[in-house]
Nanobody, 121 residues
């Protein structure tokens, strides 16, 4: 059983910063990629940022230059540093991982429960 547990969400004023963390636990053989998605009320879930085990990253255009993703593969953790937050960043942020539970299984996708980020004055 694989679990992804997010932390670090909360209420912040516009222009402020938050750091989200996500810890993967359980039977994990290898991690291909980890990332963050978000879903605002009435909108579809969208990719915010992703980092591959190779170190390659990609970001949504709306967060480039403000957000930074990093992964500690040994600790099975991914982080999202969010700076210069805007009200439009308000959403539930979900941790996402593509991983194997053992060398014989295919790579599968897993999701965390989500953490609320609210940007408001």
């Amino acid at each position: 059983q694989v679990q992804l547990v997010e932390s670090g969400g909360g209420l912040v004023q516009p222009g402020g910063s938050l750091r989200l963390s996500c810890a993967a636990s359980g039977s994990i053989s290898s991690i291909n990629a980890m990332g963050w998605y978000r879903q605002a009320p009435g909108k579809q879930r969208e990719l915010v940022a992703r980092v591959r085990s190779s170190g390659t990253t990609n970001y949504a255009d709306s967060v480039k230059g403000r957000f930074s993703i990093s992964m500690d593969n040994a600790k099975k953790m991914v982080y999202l540093q969010m700076n210069d937050l805007k009200p439009e960043d308000t959403a539930v942020y979900y941790c996402n991982a593509w991983l194997r539970t053992n060398v014989y299984n295919p790579v599968s996708e897993y999701w965390g429960q989500g953490t609320q980020v609210t940007v408001s004055s």
